[in-house]
């Protein structure tokens, strides 16, 4: 693929020129331009502006934190090997084929390129790069350590969607298994039972029938007649219920079952102490002041009885109250563990270090949960799966075998 350059020169004649060649790449147009014995001063790539095309790419596609955890990760490595910060990220953008990515990229080097820190540039993209991103790396620009910072906001992200990542893969499975159970259940009503309907009435009344297997023939009648109510009313269901949760109180309601259903409550309180502490403890070890790094975690925890504690906390630390006395004070969300560990930081001035093992601790108490949750719900669920075809069994060759016998 060609591409533009501009390019400066100083002649053999000793005169400065200056245009613009296409070329495969840089080297190519170098050697072109310097067979004649020219001397070269400059080469630069033109920037291709964006298309209208372009701009729909990126407006519909998303930066996935796949892609700021590497964002990271290759910044900190080019900059630790001498490129600077705009020749940096204006490689990453090279190499990106998201145009959402792109774009972001190309808006940050030009804000560099105006003078802007990195910070400043990101500031302008909240949705891709959250509090937690821009702090971190202001915090690296102030304190000469901007690769560190990078490097330790990649961890962090790192960790956050690998602890995502193993609760969803928990969830998958019984939630496949319980869905595929309610398609074939609705088949088996609208398709299989109206034929075993029609020999129960050939042989004998429907008033001879167990009352469960009457129960069964309602339900597949209504099925089967009102098809089309069902469905349109299971939709509106499904429709209330993904509205509801997205309302203040559909997700107070929400967060309320989180915190109180057996076994889930636990996940939920250790899932919710990791986040908060390695981030706390991120933030803190790159230099953010304490009621800074409180607010930033209470952006970054989604749980809205966290955030409350956590802005109750930024008030009290605020007025010299110790952040272990608020953790202690709400041990039916932080487990004791927590606020312990962070007095026992607060008063070695290692509140970091502490916060950091801490977040280590929950990480693994999730992981060795999650592992734990499979194991439980397998059984329940073959329970169910059992209970559920045993009853149809029973409520539809029972009455079959009866009717037969009594003829």
């Known amino acids: 693929m060609m591409a533009k350059f501009s390019y400066k020169i100083k002649d053999v004649a000793g005169q400065f020129k200056e245009g613009i060649v296409e070329g495969k790449d840089r080297y190519v147009v170098a050697k072109e331009l310097s067979a004649n014995g020219s001397t070269i ?11 209208s095309m372009d701009k729909i790419n ?25 490129l600077s910060l705009a020749r940096a990220i204006g490689v990453l953008e090279k190499q990106s084929k998201n145009p959402k990515y792109k ?12 003078g802007s820190s990195l ?22 620009e102030e304190s000469g350590s901007l ?22 893969g928990a969830l998958m499975y019984p939630s496949v298994v319980v869905i595929a159970m309610i398609i074939i259940a609705i088949l088996m009503f609208i398709y299989v039972v109206p034929t075993l309907t029609e020999v129960f009435h050939g042989i004998a009344g429907e008033k001879q029938l167990p009352a469960s297997t009457r129960a069964i023939i309602a339900i597949s009648d209504f099925l089967v007649n009102q098809t089309v109510l069902f469905f349109g009313s299971l939709i509106t269901f499904i429709g209330l219920l993904v509205y509801g949760g997205r309302t203040k109180k559909g997700k107070r ?27 706390m403890s991120s933030l803190l070890s790159s230099g953010v002041d304490m009621v800074e790094t409180i607010n930033i975690t209470k952006s970054v925890v989604q749980n809205s009885r966290y955030k409350e504690v956590l802005a109750e906390a930024s008030d009290r630390v605020q007025k010299g109250i110790p952040l ?66 045993g009853f149809f069994a029973i409520s539809m060759i029972s009455p079959m075998y009866s009717l037969t016998s009594s003829i």
Do not use: C
């Not at 930066?63 to 990271?72: G, N, R, V, Y």
């Not at 910070?119 to 690296?140: I, R």
């Open 41 to 51: 001063i400059t080469i630069e790539e033109e920037k291709r502006g964006f298309t």
């Open 58 to 82: 990126a407006w519909l596609s998303r930066i996935k934190l796949q892609e700021k955890i590497t964002f990271a990760h290759n910044l900190a490595a080019m900059l630790d090997a001498g």
């Open 103 to 114: 774009a972001v990229l190309v808006d940050l080097v030009a804000e560099i390129n105006k």
């Open 119 to 140: 910070s400043d540039g990101m500031g302008k993209h909240p949705k891709e790069f959250s509090g937690l991103f821009v702090a971190m790396v202001l915090a690296g």
């Open 147 to 168: 690769s560190k910072s990078l490097r330790v906001v990649a961890d962090q992200l790192e960790k956050s969607y690998t602890l995502r990542k193993k609760i969803k």
């Open 253 to 279: 309601v929400f967060e309320f079952l989180l915190l109180h259903l057996p076994v889930i409550s636990k996940l939920t309180m250790e899932t919710n102490s990791a986040r908060t502490a390695r981030t």
């Open 324 to 389: 272990s006395a608020v953790f202690s004070e709400h041990e039916n969300l932080y487990p004791v563990l927590v606020g312990a560990m962070v007095e026992v930081g607060e008063e070695t001035g290692k509140l970091s270090e502490m916060l950091l093992r801490l977040a280590t601790f929950y990480e693994d108490e999730v992981d060795r949960a999650t592992k734990d949750l499979s194991t439980i719900i397998e059984p329940i669920l073959m329970l169910v799966i059992g209970s559920g075809v």
